[in-house]
């Protein structure tokens, strides 16, 4: 009896492990859990700041007293980007999203609907899931420095003819459509929205954007999209995971955005992606040094006579997945052989191959363009080690 009581026991034991696991896994973000080179390791020594971006600001014991300082760090085709530099700080300290048309005070959804230029962080470590699409104003700053926020489950952000953003600091994943509906889309109008497509940021008809330092996975749609009359966008010091078609950029084969101009710079591609690491049409983007470890299809597609300029990025091709790092959606080698696809200075590991095109002296048609100057492609793992959102700010010790 003794015997059958204890394997009883046992057995309550095991199902109840087995619930806490599943439960665990569920409710815990899947950005941290599944990543660049095994798990991610958390970092306990002194204050490391590797590439130009992270050098500006990093590492300060006082940043949470100057969080302003980090506008003047953006490089690449943002440069110009100050956020809410020189506005009032708000902060966020009700994580709901009840009211769409009147959002409450001190909700995200509030603060970004503000007319003027705000510096928005947040009063503690929380999950935002937002009802429908998030929708920007001009001269914001979202900077989750000193919390954990976590944009999760529910809707993304949509950037809509607007400028002078940045994103900083913010987990995002399992973002899901948000069905519309009437939305307040600024501090003067509210009205009728249609479906959102489910991606994690999409920018829609805006410029001087930056995206720094956020963590992004397993979104319906896209991951960022970029689509119809945007400019002048960096993104950076980025972590993507879990996701078929991460990046888009030019949304149209018929309706040309050769104004496009993206810097993609100090970013990690990890498990679970297959292609579009962009995929680019008509623009001109610059790939710099990026770790690319993972992706299934390709890692850069385009069409429509993009221009693809690759820097000093690590491209790691998977076993048992593609090998070449390119492709040319559609198109024959007599068209494509005119786009100016360029490798240089790239670390090609496990077989990875580009296939470069078009005119290898580039450099002197896009002089006066900001483009950053690579570092060698074997610094990327050193360059790329704090890539996401997980940097662990705490105010008043070195971030």
């Given amino acids: 009896m003794k015997v059958v009581k204890f394997n009883l026991l046992l057995f309550v034991a095991f199902v109840s492990w087995i619930f806490v696991m599943a439960a665990e896994s569920t409710h815990s973000n899947p950005i941290t859990k599944g990543n660049r080179r095994g798990l991610r390791k958390k970092h306990n020594g002194p204050c490391e700041a590797h590439n130009s971006i992270d050098k500006c600001w990093r590492c300060d014991p006082n940043w949470a007293h100057n969080r302003e300082k980090l506008a003047d760090c953006v490089q690449g085709f943002g440069h110009n980007a100050t956020g809410g530099k020189g506005g009032e700080v708000y902060v966020v300290n009700d994580s709901s999203d009840t009211d769409l048309v009147n959002p409450k005070v001190g909700t995200l959804r509030h603060a970004v609907l503000q007319p003027q230029p705000l510096w928005i962080i947040f009063r503690s470590t929380m999950t935002i899931r937002l009802c429908q699409e998030l929708i920007f104003s001009s001269n914001k700053t979202i900077d989750g420095r000193g919390s954990h926020v976590h944009i999760a489950g529910g809707a993304g952000f949509m950037l809509q003819f607007v400028k002078n953003i940045i994103i900083f600091d913010i987990h995002m994943y399992d973002i899901t459509p948000g069905e519309g509906g009437i939305i307040r889309s600024n501090s003067t109008h509210f009205g009728r929205r249609g479906a959102s497509d489910g991606d994690a940021i999409t920018i829609f008809g805006s410029s001087d954007i930056w995206v720094d330092h956020c963590s992004f996975a397993g979104t319906f749609d896209g991951l960022i999209d970029v689509v119809a009359r945007s400019t002048d966008i960096t993104i950076s010091n ?64 385009g069409a429509k006579g993009a221009t693809i300029i690759s820097q000093g990025n690590r491209y790691v091709a998977e076993d048992g997945a593609a090998k070449e790092v390119t492709y040319r959606k559609k198109a024959p080698k007599s068209e494509w052989e005119k786009w100016t696809w360029r490798s240089e200075g ?51 010790l070195p971030c």
């Fill in 346 to 396: 790239d670390l090609m590991v496990n077989g990875a191959f580009f296939v470069n095109s078009g005119n290898p002296n580039w450099a002197a048609q896009y002089k006066g363009y900001p483009l950053m100057k690579p570092e060698p492609a074997e610094r990327v793992p050193e360059l790329t080690k704090f890539a996401g959102a997980a940097i662990g700010c705490k105010v008043g």
């Fill in 238 to 301: 980025c972590h993507f995971v879990r996701h078929d078609k991460a990046l888009l950029f030019g949304a149209s084969d018929t309706h040309p955005d050769e104004n496009m101009r993206v810097t993609i710079a100090f970013n990690h591609f990890g498990k679970g992606l297959t292609q579009r690491l962009p995929a680019v049409r008509w623009g001109f983007v610059q790939v710099v040094n990026n770790d690319y470890t993972h992706w299934k299809s390709y890692a850069i597609g």
